[in-house]
């Protein structure tokens, strides 16, 4: 940091880009160009583009004040989406805040998976369990205006943080926020079209192996699966049969080598078929959907 704070020169947009892209390249960051360039626009109240077009621009004092601060967050590995307090997804903006697990590109495959399912559906009923920022929940009610979407949270926070997202994206009364465990809080009168999940499923002894951007500045909860990983999704597919509709599907987003595993674990309750796996864009099965035979269940003994 001394090199920026110090160097006597007329530092211009092209400039602190460049300096700063290298300093992060030396800090082993995965997008360097992109984080230096997110930050700067988000420091100069600007968009990325405009950076492009006025890379000859000199900086002023304030500005690389600001930017510098900016920077320093970044280089502890603090996430740029916490440090600029928003994230895309589905090419919308959420507000994220510390607390609150930060919407992953990868999981605009589950909301895929939820559209193609309730297509054909005149008014789906749907239940989402995590919503986390809402970025799910939110991108479904936006491309089917007709749902009734319940959204849950074990967090009180990310249930703030999710209501507020719906209200920015004009949503307000559309989207119904619950805190809650799963499905404990729900009457069994209560039959859903669709459960869909993006569930907590990293092992638990995998988590400190990870990221600091996800290890220091994530919430555990939304992230520790257990010891395989697969523990609150056990839960969940126990549950799932006492609120679907018979025919209904429940989606879950699984990570990389968990879909065979779950798959046994839907194939073991006898409660579900047509189990189906769907790839991201590299070919990893990362979202799993089945659909729902009999609901005259108790209990599994899955879980």
């Given at each position: 940091m001394e090199a920026y704070q110090d160097k006597p020169a007329r530092w211009t947009v092209k400039d602190v880009l460049q300096w700063t892209t290298d300093y992060f390249r030396k800090k082993d960051m995965e997008t360097p160009r992109l984080d230096a360039e997110v930050l700067l626009a988000h420091a100069l109240k600007v968009d990325r583009l405009r950076l492009y077009l006025d890379l000859e621009r000199p900086l002023t004092p304030q500005e690389r004040t600001v930017y510098?601060?900016?920077?320093?967050?970044?280089?502890?590995?603090?996430?740029?989406?916490?440090?600029?307090?928003?994230?895309?997804?589905?090419?919308?903006?959420?507000?994220?805040?510390?607390?609150?697990l930060i919407p992953r590109p990868d999981t605009e495959r589950l909301v895929e998976v939820v559209l193609d399912e309730i297509r054909e559906k005149p008014a789906p009923f749907i239940l989402e369990i995590g919503t986390g920022s809402g970025?799910?929940?939110?991108?479904?009610?936006?491309?089917?205006p007709m749902a009734k979407l319940v959204a849950t949270d074990l967090s009180r926070v990310a249930i703030a943080v999710a209501a507020a997202n719906a209200e920015t994206a004009g949503l307000r009364g559309s989207i119904e926020f619950?805190?809650?465990?799963?499905?404990?809080?729900f009457a069994k009168a209560a039959k859903f079209d669709v459960i869909c999940s993006n569930p907590p499923y990293i092992p638990s002894?995998?988590?400190?192996?990870?990221?600091?951007?996800?290890?220091?500045f994530e919430p555990r909860t939304a992230l520790d699966g257990g010891p395989d990983g697969l523990e609150v999704i056990r839960r969940l597919v126990d549950q799932t049969p006492l609120f679907l509709?018979?025919?209904g599907t429940l989606i879950i987003e699984v990570g990389e080598h968990q879909a065979e595993a779950v798959r046994e674990i839907m194939s073991r309750t006898g409660h579900f078929t047509d189990i189906q796996f769907f790839s991201d864009l590299t070919g990893?099965?990362?979202v799993v959907k089945a659909r729902l035979i009999s609901s005259g269940v108790q209990t599994s003994d899955s879980a």
């Open positions: 510098r601060d900016l920077i320093r967050r970044r280089a502890s590995r603090e996430p740029v989406a916490l440090i600029i307090g928003v994230k895309e997804f589905w090419s919308l903006p959420f507000k994220v805040t510390r607390g609150v970025a799910v929940a939110v991108a479904i009610v936006k491309e089917c619950v805190v809650a465990d799963l499905l404990e809080p002894d995998v988590i400190p192996t990870l990221a600091p951007e996800i290890t220091c509709k018979e025919g990893k099965s990362r």
